[in-house]
């Protein structure tokens, strides 16, 4: 199973959970099990401005990013730069 | 430490563009001329905040001369939950649109109310004062806190509390076990003013709206398909029916990434039946584009006695200007970055005020956070008697280091950069006097990757024309070409570097973000191993074999061999052109490490700071050609230098801007500078082939509290708000 960790300011809405557990084989599939669980859960996941890190580095390919049973996936602030 | 061996990279050739600027035939926006070109002019609000009563531009369409008049009500409707799509930054077009042309209400001072094109600019200026504007003043707000207290004017309806657009929070560990375990606690509110990123050429954009339905652009920008696709968001119609030329660009540093006049020309010129051009003055590029945020930071750090970091907490609360996208995100995700702590509290507010809509600049967000952290720990390293750099050596990140909004580090050269400036001469020589200081301070940038494209014709002369579309800044069409030579094992001066318009290459991202020389750097890496590949199935051609070797620029088999001219030349008669292509859409970035040793003497007469000298150091990966590493080093101390002790938008109480003048807005120039020192470091990036990390910004985070921490140790006491000019100093 792999590991979503949840951004802070959407815990409350899970009763304060930090992470949780997923599984599938592609971020979107992972977001689909814990729609299931969470209904609701993933509109505050996939907003603008919020980029997706897999294993520690972003990825180009969002919810189609591959993901291994120990990835571990954040949504992050997305970076531009100057 | 890098040591791989090349031919081409790590060398100083000089610049493929270099003869056209220095002898003035590099073409800049303003340099353009357009058969039956028409000129464009802008009518901005005199008013922070008001409602647009009456706007009236009869007389102004009737005035001899003019050929079009244009204001918001000529757009097409904007669905208020459309996102453009600026790479990794997103707008709503709503705001989008309403930046560059206002609707019902006027934000800052300064925004665009109505365009006009007309035979010459001076017609134009004439008929932008014929248009008439009854505005409602309002009240305005200028500063976050102002803007978040109780009861503050709101700007905008719906947004997610009052002027508070969004609110970004980070938490790892347990803070208030952190700060129990900690010997020193410093708690301390920093702020910052309003700064332009201070490019010399202004914001210029014509446009010609065919008859066919097709509209070309020309104009300044740092992506010619982010120019593009946000013109095509705001006028509604297909990115294909835009075709986006850049022009050389006269600086930008993040400020020309957003659109201004672009959609205006365009608007005009389908009205006007004629090409439009128009070009920002002076005042209107600082009270008309983009900014980069004033801001209020508190930072809480708390250290055992043994010089370790327990506990972090910041509160950010950073200007966006008139609409919301203050870069607090970045700030927030920078401000601890540079450290490895357990226990962290991070919260972030992305406030709109009455100024004009804040835009990137060189690290958005993160120099207003380094203010605060390292000015901290510059005086927790003075109260616990330890060294400032050994403290941060302490603490400093490394790869697998966990930041505190989720992700682990991949490698970065943290330790390698603090050691570096521990090492330096500059740092182990005394200071020259009484009432000098010294100090030191580092910073983080993430880098990014985004779509580049690229292409490589190979010419019969043993020569390579590499067509690419990344605008340069900065040197990028060397650092580039210097990457394809080395794969081909040619000279970089062999590689004919050309940026070409959006109809002309494949999708590639901003010069932003420092990702050019990694990004595009890929692309043309990629392009480079196509052309060999194709390259050795022409040499096994001639040969009448199946193996062939390519090594530093010779194709062999056996006892056949060829130069990459030899082969070149061979083209024709074996197949014709090869013409090598790739596109990419890098992940590995990998961010940069920047720190900063300044040396400041101050007048204790009249509070005028010299800078005595200054050693810039820089975690650069792998240095592509090491002239223009040092110069992005240089450029962005410079500017950083410039925010600490002089640069501010003087606003009065009616959101006016007083100095919007190079006159009167004090950047820094070269009598003001020393010689800026420059320490490269490379610990290379485990995502680039040559272990590439962007230059273009973390340089610029170390400067404001290196200034800051070398004032104190000047004159004895903090200063808490930049800029810490004469004025402030004086008035201690």
Avoid at chain 2, 436 to 464: E, M, Q
Avoid at chain 2, 478 to 492: D, F, K, N, P, Y
Avoid at chain 2, 632 to 658: H, K, P, V
């Amino acid at each position: 199973m792999a590991t979503v960790f949840i951004p802070t300011v959407v815990r409350p809405r899970l009763g304060g959970l930090a992470q949780l557990e997923a599984s599938g084989t592609t971020v979107g599939e992972l977001l689909i099990d814990l729609e299931a669980r969470y209904p609701g859960l993933s509109q505050f996941l996939l907003r603008p401005n919020l980029a997706i890190s897999v294993d520690d580095e972003v990825t180009p390919l969002g919810v189609l990013e591959p993901v291994r049973p120990d990835s571990e996936v954040h949504f992050i602030a997305a970076i531009s730069g100057g | 430490m890098s040591v791989t061996t090349y031919n081409v990279i790590g060398t100083r050739p000089i610049r493929h563009d270099g003869a056209d600027k220095v002898t003035g035939r590099a073409l800049y926006g303003a340099d353009l001329q357009l058969a039956r070109m028409v000129h464009g002019a802008v009518l901005r609000s005199p008013h922070a905040h008001a409602r647009i009563l009456r706007l009236d531009t009869t007389k102004a369409a009737a005035h001899p001369g003019v050929f079009a008049v244009v204001t918001a009500a000529d757009f097409p409707p904007a669905p208020t939950d459309k996102i453009v799509d600026f790479g990794e930054g997103d707008t709503l077009l709503s705001s989008l649109r309403g930046n560059i042309l206002a609707s019902g209400k006027v934000l800052y001072s300064g925004h665009a109310v109505a365009a006009v094109a007309a035979v010459n600019a001076h017609v134009a200026a004439e008929a932008v004062a014929l248009i008439e504007v009854d505005y409602e003043p309002l009240p305005c707000v200028l500063t976050a806190p102002a803007a978040m207290a109780p009861g503050a004017p709101l700007l905008h309806e719906g947004l997610a509390n009052g002027n508070v657009a969004e609110y970004v929070r980070h938490e790892i560990g347990d803070l208030a076990a952190g700060f129990a375990a900690a010997t020193v606690i410093v708690e301390r509110e920093l702020n910052t003013a309003t700064v332009h990123q201070g490019y010399i050429e202004p914001q210029n954009a014509t446009a010609f709206w065919s008859s066919d339905g097709r509209v070309h652009i020309w104009c300044s920008t740092q992506g010619s398909f982010v120019a593009r696709d946000a013109s095509a968001a705001v006028l509604d119609i297909p990115v294909s029916q835009v075709r986006v030329t850049p022009m050389e660009i006269g600086g930008g540093f993040g400020g020309k990434i957003n659109v201004y006049l672009e959609p205006v020309a365009a608007l005009l010129s389908k009205k006007a039946g004629r090409p439009v051009k128009m070009v920002m003055s002076r005042r209107d590029v600082f009270t008309g584009t983009g900014p980069t945020p004033g801001s209020r930071v508190r930072v809480k750090i708390g250290v055992d006695a043994a010089g370790k970091i327990t506990a972090a907490q910041a509160w950010l609360a950073y200007e966006a200007g008139a609409y919301p996208g203050a870069m607090v995100g970045p700030g927030a995700m920078t401000v601890f970055a540079c450290y490895d702590i357990e226990n962290v509290l991070i919260e972030g507010f992305d406030v709109v005020v009455n100024k004009p809509s804040t835009a990137a600049y060189r690290a958005p967000g993160a120099p207003n956070s380094a203010l605060a952290t390292e000015t901290v720990l510059d005086e927790i390293a003075e109260k616990l008697g330890i060294d400032p750099l050994e403290l941060r050596l302490r603490n400093a990140a490394k790869e697998g280091t966990r930041r505190a909004d989720g992700p682990r580090y991949k490698r970065i050269g943290c330790v390698e950069v603090i050691e570096a400036m521990k090492a330096s001469a500059h740092y182990n020589a005394p200071l020259p006097g009484p009432h000098c200081g010294r100090g030191v301070a580092i910073g983080y940038w993430f880098n990014i990757g985004l779509p580049s494209s690229a292409t490589l014709s190979v010419n019969a002369d043993g020569t390579v024309n590499l067509i690419e579309g990344s605008t340069d800044i900065g040197g990028s069409r060397t650092s580039l070409s210097m990457q394809g030579a080395e794969v081909l094992g040619i000279r970089a001066e062999d590689v004919h570097p050309t940026i070409v318009d959006t109809d002309s290459v494949g999708y590639t991202g901003v010069t932003g973000g420092s990702r050019t020389t990694f990004a595009t750097g890929l692309a043309v890496y990629e392009a480079a191993q196509d052309v060999v590949t194709q390259m050795k199935a022409r040499a096994a051609t001639l040969w009448g074999t199946k193996e062939v070797e390519f090594s530093n620029g010779t194709f062999s088999s056996g006892s056949n061999s060829f130069s990459f001219a030899q082969l070149a030349a061979q083209l024709g008669a074996t197949g014709g052109p090869v013409v090598g292509s790739a596109a990419v859409n890098p992940r590995g970035a990998g961010g940069s490490i920047a720190g900063l040793i300044i040396d400041l003497k101050v007048d204790p007469e009249t509070g005028k700071t010299d800078v005595l000298r200054v050693t810039s150091v820089q975690d650069a990966g792998k240095a592509i050609h090491p002239a223009y590493v040092e110069g992005q080093m240089q450029g962005g101390t410079a500017q950083g230098i410039g925010w600490a002790l002089n640069e501010e938008y003087f606003m009065d109480g009616s959101g006016d801007m007083r100095n919007s003048s190079y006159l009167d807005y004090r950047m820094p120039t070269a009598l003001d500078l020393p010689m800026i020192e420059t320490i490269i470091v490379e610990v290379p990036n485990p995502g680039h082939p040559f272990g590439v990390r962007g230059v273009g910004e973390a340089n610029i985070v170390p400067p404001l509290p290196a200034v800051a921490n070398a004032l104190y140790r000047a004159i004895g006491r903090r200063l808490h708000s930049v800029p810490m000019n004469p004025a402030t100093i004086l008035n201690l």
